[in-house]
C-alpha cells in the first residue's frame, strides 16, 4: 500500500474542518479539534493562507476558507455541469453523425477530455474521459485557443510538435487557422494529430457568452470528409449541438 504524506492529510483535515461548523476558527480551535501542536496547526495555516486556500481575519486573528477554494470549486462545478447539460445532446449528435464525439476544456496546457460518447457501430473503443490532447492540432484545442484568451496564450507560447506533415507549427500559420475557426465559427483537424484520423469542433458558451469548453466529432478521414473537405453536413450537426449546450448552460440564443 501505498504511503500518504501527512502534511498533506493534516492541510486536508484543516480546510474540512474550516468548511464546515462556524464560519472562522482560531489556531486553538483548529489545534484541539484535530489533536495538533500548535506550531504544527500554525505552520500548515500559514502555508495554505500564503496559497490563498485560507484567509485569516486581521481584527480577530480567525481563520477561514480563503478565495482559492471558491475559484477550484467554480471550475468544478463548471466542468459538472458542462457534462451534464451535454450528455443528451452529445447522445444525439454520435446517433446523426455515427462517429465518437468528445467534451474538452482547457486544462493546463492541452485539452482535458471531460465527456465521450462512443461511435455507435458496437466496435471495440477505449474510453478517453481523462486524456489529455494539445492545443494546437487537434479542432478542440483549435475552438478553445481561439475563443479562450488563456488557451490562446499557452497554444501560442508553447511548442507546437509535429505530430504529421500537416500539423501546422508555425505561429503565423497557426495564427491564421485560429483567425479562420473564428470567422466560420468551428475548428478542423484533418490527419494534423493522428493519420488517417479527421475531426470538427464548435465552442460551447456559458451564461456570460464566454467559452467554457468545446464538442467536436471524430472518426475515420473517409468517412468524416468527402472530396478532402470535412462533409458540412457533419459541421452543421456539430455547430447545432454545441449551440444547443450553450442555451442549456443560459448563453441564450445566437
Given amino acids: 500500500m501505498a504511503r500518504t504524506i501527512q502534511s498533506l492529510e493534516r492541510a486536508a483535515a484543516i480546510l474540512r474542518l474550516l468548511a464546515g461548523g462556524e464560519r472562522r476558527l482560531g489556531l486553538s480551535d483548529v489545534a484541539a479539534a484535530l489533536g495538533l501542536a500548535k506550531g504544527t496547526a500554525h505552520g500548515i495555516l500559514r502555508t495554505l493562507q500564503q496559497e490563498g486556500f485560507v484567509e485569516q481575519d486581521p481584527a480577530s486573528g480567525r481563520y477561514q476558507l480563503g478565495a482559492e477554494m471558491l475559484r477550484l470549486g467554480q471550475s468544478y462545478l463548471d466542468v459538472n455541469e458542462l457534462r451534464a447539460r451535454a450528455l443528451v445532446w452529445t447522445d444525439d449528435l454520435?446517433?446523426?453523425?455515427?462517429?465518437?464525439?468528445?467534451?474538452?476544456v482547457l486544462h493546463q496546457q492541452g485539452?482535458?477530455?471531460?465527456?465521450?460518447?462512443?461511435?455507435?457501430?458496437?466496435?471495440?473503443?477505449v474510453l478517453e474521459v481523462g486524456a489529455m490532447q494539445p492545443l494546437h492540432s487537434t479542432a478542440l484545442g483549435k475552438v478553445l485557443s481561439a475563443y479562450d484568451p488563456v488557451a490562446h496564450s499557452e497554444a501560442a507560447e508553447g511548442g507546437r510538435e509535429a505530430f504529421t506533415d500537416a500539423t501546422v507549427t508555425g505561429l503565423e500559420d497557426f495564427e491564421e487557422v485560429l483567425g479562420l475557426t473564428r470567422a466560420r465559427g468551428w475548428a478542423?483537424?484533418?490527419?494534423?494529430?493522428?493519420?488517417?484520423?479527421?475531426?470538427?469542433?464548435?465552442?460551447?458558451?456559458?451564461?456570460?457568452?464566454?467559452?467554457?469548453?468545446?464538442?467536436?466529432?471524430?472518426?475515420?478521414?473517409?468517412?468524416?470528409?468527402?472530396?478532402?473537405?470535412?462533409?458540412?453536413?457533419?459541421?452543421?450537426?456539430?455547430?447545432?449541438?454545441?449551440?444547443?449546450?450553450?442555451?442549456?448552460?443560459?448563453?441564450?440564443?445566437?
Fill in 94 to 104: 454520435a446517433r446523426a453523425s455515427g462517429e465518437s464525439v468528445h467534451v474538452g
Fill in 188 to 254: 478542423a483537424d484533418v490527419e494534423e494529430t493522428w493519420t488517417g484520423v479527421a475531426s470538427v469542433a464548435a465552442p460551447i458558451h456559458n451564461r456570460r457568452r464566454m467559452p467554457v469548453g468545446a464538442v467536436g466529432v471524430t472518426g475515420a478521414v473517409e468517412r468524416v470528409c468527402e472530396g478532402g473537405e470535412l462533409r458540412p453536413q457533419l459541421v452543421a450537426a456539430v455547430r447545432d449541438c454545441a449551440r444547443a449546450v450553450s442555451r442549456d448552460l443560459g448563453a441564450g440564443r445566437f
Fill in 111 to 125: 485539452v482535458l477530455i471531460v465527456h465521450h460518447v462512443f461511435r455507435p457501430d458496437d466496435s471495440r473503443q
